[in-house]
């Protein structure tokens, strides 16, 4: 069964820093990766994916894959209050939509 | 906005009750999804139904947990009996034959 591990659990950082997420998963055989944010009170929602090895960029945010690493992480620049939320890694399984999640990282953002 | 619909927002249970959750997923979207999400265990899958067709049914839920899909437009979770342990957020989610999941607020369950 895929195995998703996140990193940091929290973090805490001033507004405008460059906020680093981490996620490691298991299966090499990994389609896609996704991150998902989360704010309080509300579901996930997708921010941005990968499929093929590189970076990614949109907008504030940028992906990296490392699929030798089994390694996927999450770049937000200039980071604002509202990014204050939970940040979901989600990797799908073989063919078809099934997404195993990992654990977030909570990030709070200060003004 | 007609993104996914889940109620009640709040559900207060008491031990050994049954309750319904419901959810009317993205119009058009095929793939339906049921999440339980708590602190210690993050988001784990339920159920997943496909076209209507149940293609997953989430293993160790099975046994108190059921999710139907009556139309294309309308899911129920039914939890039968309710134990304490259920009590967590039950997220619904739907997709198009890809992998961005739409998800809904959520239905908070408290289980006493």
């Known amino acids: 069964q895929e195995k998703v591990q996140q990193s940091p659990e929290s973090l805490i950082v001033p507004e405008g820093a460059m906020v680093s997420l981490n996620c490691s998963f298991s299966?090499?055989?990994?389609?896609s990766i996704w991150w998902y944010q989360q704010h309080p009170g509300k579901g996930p929602k997708a921010l941005i994916s990968i499929f093929s090895n590189g970076n990614k960029k949109e907008g504030r945010l940028t992906v990296y894959l490392n699929r030798a690493s089994l390694h996927v992480s999450l770049h937000i620049k200039d980071s604002q209050p509202s990014d204050s939320a939970v940040y979901l890694c989600?990797?799908?399984?073989?063919?078809?939509?099934?997404?195993?999640f990992g654990g977030g990282t909570r990030l709070t953002v200060r003004p | 906005d007609a993104g996914v619909t889940q109620t009640p927002r709040h559900e207060v249970a008491e031990k050994g009750q049954t309750i319904i959750l419901k959810c009317e997923p993205v119009?058009?979207?095929?793939?339906l999804f049921w999440y339980r999400q708590t602190k210690i265990q993050g988001l784990e899958l339920l159920s997943y139904?496909?076209?209507?067709?149940?293609?997953?049914d989430g293993g160790a839920f099975k046994d108190r947990f059921k999710a139907e899909m009556l139309n294309s437009s309308f899911s129920t979770l039914k939890i039968q009996p309710t134990e304490p342990k259920d009590s967590a957020v039950y997220l619904c989610?739907?997709?198009?034959?890809?992998?961005?999941?739409?998800f809904g607020h959520g239905t908070k369950l408290s289980v006493l």
């Open positions: 119009s058009g979207h095929n793939d």
């Open positions: 139904f496909r076209s209507k067709s149940l293609m997953e």
């Open positions: 299966d090499s055989a990994s389609q």
């Open positions: 989600a990797v799908s399984i073989g063919a078809g939509a099934k997404l195993t």
């Open positions: 989610a739907s997709s198009l034959y890809n992998e961005r999941l739409f």
